[in-house]
């Protein structure tokens, strides 16, 4: 009957779902990226490049010593900035553990 089907259209739906477009579908047996993996490769990207930047100063300052017999740099000299950040950065790691040594007297310390 054709009007029974015309009252009934609007519950129907218009066409069956649709299928994701294949670049949108997630693909079948592929390993789904994991985000945290991705900061994990830059993290240690970055980690070596640092590294090697510091090794590459490190033997800079050997051929200096070398040469000079000292490792006193001069104002001017390539390697003076990084020399000077270095030493500060020893002296805030020695200050900061000698803080935290000093938080326990050393009865504590043994007797953990």
């Not at 240690?44 to 510091?54: D, G, L, P, S, V």
């Not at 040469?67 to 990084?82: A, F, I, R």
Request: charged residues 30%.
């Amino acid at each position: 009957d054709i009007s029974t089907r015309e009252n009934t259209s609007h519950l129907r739906s218009s066409s069956p779902p649709r299928a994701k477009p294949a670049a949108l579908a997630p693909k079948a047996n592929v390993a789904q990226n994991d985000p945290n993996d991705h900061a994990d490769k830059n993290s240690e990207t970055r980690r070596k490049y640092i590294e090697n930047q510091w090794n590459k100063q490190f033997d800079c300052l050997r051929s200096y010593i070398k040469n000079h017999h000292d490792c006193n740099v001069p104002e001017g000299h390539s390697l003076h900035k990084w020399i000077i950040r270095e030493r500060n950065t020893c002296l805030r790691l020695m200050r900061k553990r000698t803080h935290e040594l000093s938080k326990e007297s050393p009865i504590e310390i043994f007797t953990k």
